[in-house]
């Protein structure tokens, strides 16, 4: 078990942290192992050895995890619009050469204002076709639709052929939901939700083929596992309950 009374090889400002846990690292931490246990277990893969994954508003957790715990894992790369985070991470890694962090200047109305606008020729600070992974965790919570729709052909982009790519978004089940609604207009982008039309329109745009769909459990909204094909389909598979759903909880965005 670990030692929660010590700092973690990878400690981190509490100012620098994100999420509902940023003010317990320990716990942020274990929420991180169980976001990389979770991508495994719908994969049907048993380790990230020999995987190279890029983490698109990677924040901390992961990386604290993989190195914390020590994931087997070919290689991370942490993007994020914060400068301050990413020389963080950079000089907390301590030179590790399966991780690196880089600064990825994105217009983000929350987050980084002053950033670049994304157009349709933008792309990753990142070679195309060259990760087995990409994550976007609570990233899509934060787009509007325009950005979203540009954010997924970027990541397509990254991925090698049959490469997967797992993200989160709030989504609207409902019938008759707006396609977009920015929750929150006094925050804006704080929660941004799509109507399950809309998003899974927006993903099959881009040129994502579907492999699975699920509801939120207690570590991630509702997720979307896609992969990267010449020809995908457009089918999209039944949503996969959870416990979490059934015993009547729902995340709050």
Not at 100 to 119: C, K, V, W
Not at 141 to 152: F, I, P, Q, R, V
Request: net charge negative; proline share 5%; aromatic share 8%.
């Amino acid at each position: 078990m670990t030692d929660q009374l010590r700092e973690p090889r990878l400690s981190i400002p509490v100012e620098l942290r994100r999420g509902a846990l940023r003010g317990d690292q320990w716990k942020s931490i274990e929420s991180g192992r169980a976001l990389v246990d979770n991508f495994l277990a719908l994969a049907e893969w048993e380790s990230l050895a020999n995987k190279k994954v890029l983490d698109i508003g990677c924040g901390v957790k992961i990386a604290q995890a993989i190195l914390e715990y020590d994931l087997p894992i070919g290689h991370y790369h942490g993007l994020d619009i914060s400068t301050d985070l990413i020389d963080a991470l950079n000089e907390g890694a301590g030179g590790d050469d399966r991780v690196e962090f880089t600064f990825s200047d994105i217009y983000n109305e929350l987050y980084n204002p002053n950033g670049e606008q994304l157009t349709d020729t933008s792309q990753f600070p990142i070679a195309p076709a060259s990760v087995d992974v990409a994550w976007a965790f609570s990233v899509f919570t934060h787009l509007n639709s325009e950005d979203t729709k540009h954010t997924l052909r970027m990541a397509r982009e990254c991925l090698v052929d049959g490469g997967l790519f797992l993200f989160s978004a709030f989504v609207d089940r409902s019938e008759g939901a707006a396609p977009f609604v920015d929750a929150i207009p006094s925050q804006p982008l704080k929660w941004a939700i799509f109507s399950e039309e809309h998003f899974i329109d927006l993903v099959l745009d881009s040129g994502l083929e579907i492999v699975r769909y699920r509801e939120p459990d207690e570590h991630i909204q509702h997720q979307l596992l896609c992969r990267r094909v010449d020809s995908p389909s457009r089918l999209v598979p039944d949503i996969e309950e959870t416990d979490f759903v059934r015993d009547g909880h729902a995340m709050a965005p």
